[in-house]
C-alpha cells in the first residue's frame, strides 16, 4: 500500500498528525508513505521513523505569497506528483483548497475532514490526534492512555549543540526553565488570542530570577518582536538562534517550559519537557489531550465565549479576558509545585 499524508502546518498540527504513523505502521505494515508539508518544518519531520519519503512545499509562497506564487506553487506540486500511483491520499487539513494539490495523482481514495458531512469532521472536545485517526478509521474510538506520536529514529537527537548554544548555556546554572512567549503564527496567520499577555511572561521571569532559577527564552525568528519587553530582565536569549532539532535539544534539557498554546507546546510534548501549558480560547483537551507530561490552565472559567475557536477561526476578539485571568503567581506556584514533584520522583 501508498499512502500520500497532505499536512503542510503549522509546527503542532504536524506534530499532533503524526499520531497517523504508528497507527497506519501497526493496521498496514507493509505500506510505504510519502508525506508532504512545508519545507520550513522538514527538518522535524525527518526525525520521525516510518515516514518513507518527504516531499517539500514552499508553504510562505504556497500559503501566503502572491497570486503568481502561489499559482507557481501548485504547479510545482503538480509536476513532483504527476503520474503518482497512491493508494490513499489524506489530506489532513479542513479547508477543501488543499485537496488540489494532488490533482495529478493517479485515482486514488481520498480521505480529508470535511466540515459539511456528518461523521467526516474533528469533534469539539477530543483530541486532535485521536481525531485524525478516527478520520482514517472510523471505528478507531478515542485513546484512554497519555497521548502519542510518531517514534523518532534512533540517535535522532545525539546530534551535539552548536557551540554557540554550548556557550550560551553552560552560563545558565543548571537546571533551568524555559519560556516560550511567541509562536501562535504561521504562514496563513497570527493569533494573539492564544498567546498569554507578553508582559505576564516578563513578570513571571522576573519572579523566576528572585526565586534562583534560570529562565532562558526560546521560540524561532519571527519571535524576536518579544526582546524589547525582557530587556531589564536576567535572561539567557536563545530565540531565533537555534534550529527545530536544537530547540528539541533544549527542551529535553529544560526542567519545564511555560508556554500557551503554540509549536513550542507540542516539541516540548516531543522530548517529554515537564509543561505548562496555558489556554483560553482553545480547549486543551483538543490541543493536548492526557498527555502527563502537561499542566493545563484553562483562563475563563466564568466567560460564556470560552473556547471561541471552531477549528478554522477564533472569535474576534482583541482583550483577551480568558488568558488575562491566569494570575502569574499562580503560574509561579504550580512552577514550584511542578518541579517540586519532578525531584521528588528522581529520589
Known amino acids: 500500500m501508498k499512502i500520500l499524508i497532505i499536512k503542510l502546518g503549522a509546527i503542532g498540527d504536524v506534530i499532533t498528525a503524526s499520531a497517523l504513523i504508528p497507527f497506519i505502521q501497526k493496521n498496514h505494515p507493509q505500506a510505504k508513505i510519502t508525506w508532504m508539508l512545508g519545507k520550513s518544518i522538514s527538518p522535524l519531520l525527518k526525525l520521525f521513523d516510518g515516514i518513507d519519503e518527504i516531499i ?4 510562505q509562497k504556497l500559503l501566503s505569497g502572491t497570486f503568481v506564487q502561489k499559482i507557481m506553487g501548485i504547479l510545482k506540486t503538480w509536476k513532483k506528483l504527476f503520474g503518482r500511483k497512491f493508494d490513499i491520499v489524506y489530506t489532513a487539513h479542513t479547508d477543501p483548497r488543499y485537496r488540489l494539490l494532488s490533482l495529478t495523482c493517479v485515482k486514488p481514495t481520498h480521505l480529508y475532514p470535511n466540515k459539511k458531512k456528518a461523521g467526516q469532521h474533528f469533534i469539539a472536545g477530543r483530541y486532535r490526534g485521536d481525531e485524525y485517526i478516527r478520520l482514517w478509521d472510523s ?9 502519542y506520536f510518531a517514534n523518532f529514529k534512533a540517535n535522532a537527537l545525539n546530534k551535539e549543540l552548536n557551540s554557540q548554544l554550548r556557550q550560551s548555556l553552560a552560563k545558565t546554572p543548571q537546571p533551568f526553565i524555559s519560556l516560550a512567549p511567541g509562536g501562535a503564527k504561521n504562514a496563513l496567520a497570527d493569533n494573539p488570542q ?3 499577555p507578553i508582559e505576564n511572561y516578563v513578570q513571571l521571569a522576573t519572579k523566576l530570577h528572585q526565586a534562583n532559577y534560570s529562565v532562558v527564552l526560546t521560540g524561532g525568528p519571527s519571535d524576536t518582536w518579544v526582546l524589547p ?9 536563545l530565540i531565533g538562534k537555534t534550529s527545530l532539532v536544537e530547540l528539541l535539544q533544549i527542551y529535553q534539557k529544560s526542567s519545564c517550559l511555560i508556554t500557551h498554546d503554540s509549536g513550542p507546546l507540542h516539541m516540548a510534548r516531543l522530548v517529554k519537557c515537564q509543561t505548562i501549558g496555558l489556554f483560553g480560547p482553545t480547549e486543551p483537551q483538543e ?3 492526557k498527555d502527563e507530561n502537561v499542566l493545563s490552565l484553562w483562563g475563563g472559567e466564568e466567560l460564556a465565549c470560552r473556547p471561541c475557536y471552531d ?3 477564533f472569535a474576534d476578539c482583541s482583550d483577551n479576558q480568558c488568558l488575562k485571568s491566569i494570575a502569574t503567581e499562580k503560574v509561579m506556584k504550580i512552577i514550584q509545585e511542578t518541579l517540586f514533584i519532578h525531584e521528588q520522583r528522581l529520589h
Open 139 to 147: 471505528s478507531a474510538a478515542p485513546r484512554q492512555t497519555s497521548t
Open 229 to 237: 519587553y525582557f530587556k531589564e530582565t536576567q535572561v539567557i536569549n
Open 56 to 59: 517539500e512545499v514552499d508553504e
Open 194 to 196: 492564544r498567546r498569554w
Open 311 to 313: 477549528g478554522r477561526f
Open 287 to 289: 490541543v493536548v489531550g
